[in-house]
C-alpha cells in the first residue's frame, strides 16, 4: 500500500507543477504531513525526488537515466539518427530532433556540430511550445485554439528578445510556417541562436515531430537559406520513408 502511495506523490508532479511542498502534497492526497515525509525520504533515497529547498521538492535524476533508457529503444529517434548525422555533416550545424508532449516540446535527440553551440535543446530537456524553429512547426499544425490555451495557461512566455508571445502575432507566424513549410527563428529561446526547422509527417500525414539545425547567429547567417533548408527537407525526407 505504502508502494501506491508513493506513486500518488510521484504523479502529483506535472510540467506545470515542477517543485511541491510537503503541507501541499499532504492536503491534495489527504495524508498527514509525517506520512508524506515518510514517503518522501525513501524516494529521496531512491533518487526519485530530490529537495530544491528545505521542505520543497522536485523529480530527482533516476527519471534522466529511465527516459535515457525509453529513448534507446525509440523508434523515430532511431530512424532519425543516421539523417540527423548527414544533415550535421552537410551544413556543419546541430540538428535537433523534437515532439510534442501536451503543451510543451520534448528534445528527443541531437547530433553536435563540430563547432559545437550552447543551446536549451539538449537531450530530454522540455522546450516552450511558442517559441523557436524546434518548436512552432508542431504548434503550426495543431488547433489554432492551442495557441490561446497556452496564453490562457500563463505559458506565452518571454525567453528571449525576439520571442512572440501576443497571441495573434504567434498565429500569424504560424500560418507563414505552413505556407513556406518550414520555420525561421533567431533569438527566441537562447540569444543569438539562429535555427530552421521543418516538420516530420508519419504515414498518414500527420506531424509528429521536427528536424531543425541551429547555430550563432553570426555564423549561420553567412550561409545560403536555400541550401540549409534543401538539406534540411532532404533529411526530413529520409526519415519519412521509414515512417
Not at 514517503?39 to 530527482?60: F, I, N, S, T
Request: hydrophobic share 45%.
Amino acid at each position: 500500500m505504502s508502494g501506491a502511495k508513493m506513486l500518488d506523490i510521484l504523479d502529483l508532479f506535472s510540467l506545470e507543477h515542477w517543485e511541491l511542498s510537503v503541507p501541499q502534497i499532504a492536503v491534495i492526497l489527504e495524508q498527514p504531513q509525517s506520512t508524506v515525509y515518510r514517503h518522501l525520504r525513501v524516494l529521496k533515497e531512491k533518487g526519485y525526488v530530490m529537495e530544491a529547498q528545505a521542505g520543497v521538492y522536485k523529480l530527482g535524476y533516476r527519471f534522466l537515466e529511465k527516459a535515457r533508457m525509453i529513448r534507446s529503444q525509440n523508434s523515430l529517434a532511431s530512424v532519425a539518427l543516421p539523417a540527423m548525422r548527414v544533415l550535421t555533416k552537410e551544413t556543419e550545424e546541430t540538428a535537433i530532433l523534437t515532439i510534442a508532449s501536451d503543451l510543451v516540446v520534448i528534445c528527443l535527440e541531437r547530433v553536435e556540430s563540430t563547432m559545437p553551440i550552447k543551446v536549451s535543446a539538449e537531450i530530454g530537456q522540455v522546450l516552450p511550445l511558442h517559441a523557436g524553429a524546434s518548436s512552432k512547426p508542431l504548434l503550426a499544425y495543431m488547433p489554432e485554439e492551442t495557441v490561446d490555451l497556452l496564453h490562457s495557461r500563463e505559458l506565452l512566455r518571454k525567453f528571449a528578445d525576439n520571442t512572440i508571445v501576443d497571441t495573434e502575432l504567434l498565429k500569424a507566424d504560424l500560418r507563414r510556417i505552413r505556407e513556406r513549410g518550414y520555420a525561421v527563428s533567431e533569438s527566441e529561446v537562447d540569444e543569438q541562436v539562429l535555427a530552421y526547422g521543418a516538420p516530420i509527417r508519419d504515414a498518414d500525414g500527420q506531424v509528429i515531430a521536427v528536424l531543425s539545425i541551429a547555430g550563432p547567429v553570426e555564423r549561420l547567417s553567412q550561409k545560403a537559406e536555400a541550401q540549409l533548408v534543401s538539406h534540411l527537407h532532404q533529411a526530413v525526407h529520409e526519415i519519412q520513408t521509414y515512417l
